[in-house]
C-alpha cells in the first residue's frame, strides 16, 4: 500500500481537486463518501468501488474487470481496450490515470478487495432448451504471476473449464457450477472439510463443485472443493474435463488426462444435493484473477495461454453428443478487461493473457 500511496502522492501534486471530483463522482455513484482529499482516502475509495454495489447489480471496477465486450475507447491514450458501457470508460485523462496507476500498472500486494474477480475467455448460455451435460479443453501448465512481496492474503491465478446454471433465468437463481482446472494461488484459508486448501505457495490442479451458497456451512452441502494428489508437471498438456455421470444423483465427473503417458493424473466423481435432478446451461473457458489486481492472468503478449480442442457435451431434442465449442459460430459471451486479452483462433482454440508487463 506504501509504494501505490507514493505513487498517487506523485500522480496528484498540482492536481488533487481534479483527481477528488473525478472519484468522488464514482463515490458517488456506489454510494460511498468521500471527505477528504488525502491520497490514502482516494485509495480506499477505490477498493471500495470493487465492493459496493451500483444500481446494475454490479459495481464500476467489476464491470471495468468483467465487462463483456464492446467498442473500445480511446481514453488517456491508454493501449488498454475499455468497454464503453463501463463507468470507468467515462473517467477523463486525470481519473482513468488514477485507477490506470493502481489497477493496471501495480504488481505489489496492495488490500485484497472481497469478491474483486477479473476473468479472460468464453462464455456460453443457452436460451432454448439445451441442455449442457460438460466441458473439455486441454492446457498446458503455465501458472500466472503473484502480486509480490507476499502480505500474507490470499493470491490466486487460475485457468479452467466448467459448466454452470445461468442466474440471469427467472425461474431459478440457485448458483450452481462445476468447473476443474489449475491454481497457482498462496495463502488460501482452509475450510475444512469441504474445502482442505494446501498451504503457502502452490500450483495445483483441483476439481470444484457448487450448488448454493458456496460461503455456506459444509455441513449444508452447496460446495465442495477437491485437491488431487498428483503434482502438476509444469509446462505438460493436459486433458481438462467435467461431465455429468448422474442427472438423478446429482453427481459430477472430473478429470485431468495426460494424453503422453495415456492415463489420468486425477479422476473423481462427486455429489452435491443441489444438483439433483438438474443440468447446467452454460459452458466456459476462462482464465480467472481473484481478490489481487496486482496478480497476472496466466499467458502474456509474447507468449499466449492456448484453451485447445475445446468441446461441449450437450443434450438436445436429438439426443446427447460431443461437439465443437464453435467459438466462431454460436454466440459466445467475451470476457474482457482493459487488463487482460482474449481471441478465438479457430472453432476449438482459444487464446488469453494478461496485456501487462
Not at 471530483?21 to 485509495?43: D, K, M, N, W, Y
Not at 444500481?55 to 488517456?76: E, H, I, T, Y
Not at 477437491?226 to 467435467?242: D, H, N, S
Not at 457435451?313 to 474482457?336: E, H, M, Q, R
Request: charged letters at 15%; a neutral charge.
Amino acid at each position: 500500500m506504501r509504494q501505490a500511496h507514493a505513487a498517487v502522492q506523485a500522480f496528484v501534486s498540482g492536481g488533487a481537486d481534479i483527481l477528488f471530483a473525478r472519484v468522488a463522482r464514482l463515490c458517488r455513484a456506489t454510494g460511498t463518501r468521500l471527505v477528504s482529499r488525502a491520497p490514502a482516502l482516494l485509495i480506499a475509495c477505490a477498493c471500495l468501488l470493487l465492493a459496493a454495489p451500483v444500481a446494475r447489480g454490479q459495481n464500476a471496477l467489476q464491470q471495468f474487470a468483467m465487462g463483456m465486450q464492446g467498442p473500445s475507447v480511446a481514453v488517456a491514450s491508454s493501449t488498454f481496450d475499455i468497454d464503453a458501457n463501463d463507468e470507468v470508460s467515462a473517467l477523463d485523462a486525470v481519473g482513468y490515470q488514477f485507477f490506470k496507476t493502481i489497477y493496471l500498472e501495480n504488481m505489489s500486494c496492495i488490500a485484497a478487495v472481497p469478491n474483486a474477480k477479473f476473468y479472460a475467455g468464453r462464455q456460453l448460455a443457452y436460451a432454448d432448451s439445451t441442455l449442457v451435460l460438460g466441458a473439455e479443453t486441454t492446457m498446458r501448465i503455465r501458472p500466472g504471476a503473484l502480486c509480490t512481496p507476499d502480505n500474507g492474503q490470499t493470491a490466486a491465478s487460475f485457468a479452467w473449464v466448467g459448466v454452470s446454471h445461468d442466474t440471469r433465468r427467472p425461474s431459478d437463481k440457485t448458483e450452481r457450477w462445476a468447473q476443474v482446472g489449475f491454481v497457482h494461488g498462496r495463502n488460501f484459508v482452509p475450510r475444512p472439510p469441504c474445502d482442505p486448501s494446501p498451504p503457502a505457495e502452490f500450483t495445483r490442479l483441483y476439481f470444484e463443485l457448487a450448488a448454493g451458497d458456496p460461503t455456506a456451512p459444509c455441513a449444508q452441502g452447496t460446495y465442495k472443493r477437491v485437491w488431487p494428489p498428483a503434482t502438476p508437471p509444469l509446462g505438460q498438456l493436459l486433458r481438462f474435463g467435467v461431465l455429468q455421470s448422474n442427472v438423478a444423483t446429482g453427481e459430477w465427473r472430473g478429470y485431468v488426462y495426460d494424453e503422453d503417458a495415456e492415463q489420468f493424473l486425477y479422476l473423481d466423481e462427486v455429489t452435491l444435493p443441489g444438483w439433483v435432478g438438474l443440468t447446467a446451461d452454460a459452458l466456459a473457458f476462462l482464465g480467472e484473477v481473484t481478490l489481487h489486481p496486482g496478480d497476472r492472468m496466466v499467458g502474456t503478449a509474447s507468449a499466449k495461454f492456448a484453451f485447445i480442442d475445446c468441446s461441449q457435451t450437450i443434450l438436445t431434442g436429438a439426443g446427447p453428443g460431443t461437439y465443437s465449442a464453435d467459438f466462431l459460430s454460436l454466440p459466445w459471451s467475451v470476457a474482457k478487461s482493459p487488463l487482460h486479452g482474449q481471441t478465438a483462433i479457430s472453432q476449438d482454440r482459444l487464446l488469453i493473457w494478461d496485456k501487462r508487463p
